[in-house]
């Protein structure tokens, strides 16, 4: 399957929310020709959603990648980060930067961070605001999808971690978007209703 990654334009300068294809694949007219890298934001350390970091920091050495560091042993672990199954052994060098430091970098948005293992043990998701909309949606990696959740059986995943995510993101709004890792956007309140892994 496919895997979704993010790009969020802010002025001249852009944020990256799980590499999976390299730059030279972002479609003409996303980002402007001086853009500039701030930073890359990771959901989680599997192949399928950090395959083309190092391409993304060959051309913006300078930018932060924030990743989790409970995850971080997977970067180095082929099997952990399922390169090993997928495309063949990868080990990824490079550095990373504890998560307190994301919210200090925006200027126009608020990013906030839910922490919702399951899928890895540092799967987090990314809360995302408009300092001037208002608008808000969820960047949830494998976390949550429209109708099923990410699945739990793979190197550091727990069913019973996956279940007490769901339970911590009861209370956000039902209007509020859900952007996957996967698959197509959804709301809180549609898997509220329709998921049938969701806690009520």
């Not at 959603?49 to 300078?62: D, K, N, Q, S, Y």
């Not at 990743?67 to 063949?88: H, Q, T, V, W, Y």
């Not at 990314?126 to 990696?141: C, H, I, Q, Y």
Request: aromatic share 10%; glycine share 8%; with cysteine.
């Amino acid at each position: 399957m496919a895997s979704n990654m993010y790009v969020i334009c802010e002025g001249g300068g852009f944020y990256i929310v799980d590499p999976s294809v390299t730059p030279d694949r972002v479609p003409e007219g996303v980002l402007a020709d001086d853009a500039c890298l701030k930073a890359i934001l990771i959901t989680h350390c599997h192949y399928d959603h950090i395959a083309a970091v190092e391409e993304w920091l060959r051309r913006w050495p300078e930018a932060p990648v924030f990743l989790s560091r409970k995850d971080r042993p997977f970067l180095n672990d082929p099997d952990a980060n399922c390169s090993s199954f997928i495309s063949g052994d990868r080990i990824y060098s490079i550095g990373t930067v504890d998560f307190d430091k994301v919210k200090e970098l925006p200027e126009s948005f608020t990013i906030s961070l839910i922490e919702t293992p399951g899928h890895t043990p540092g799967s987090v998701s990314f809360l995302v605001r408009d300092r001037n909309s208002g608008e808000k949606a969820l960047l949830s990696g494998d976390f949550l999808f429209r109708g099923s959740i990410g699945r739990t059986d793979f190197p550091g995943g727990s069913y019973e971690q996956m279940m007490d995510s769901l339970e911590r993101i009861m209370d956000l709004p039902d209007d509020l978007p859900v952007l996957p890792g996967h698959g197509p956007d959804s709301t809180i309140g549609f898997e509220k209703r329709s998921n049938p892994y969701f806690i009520y």
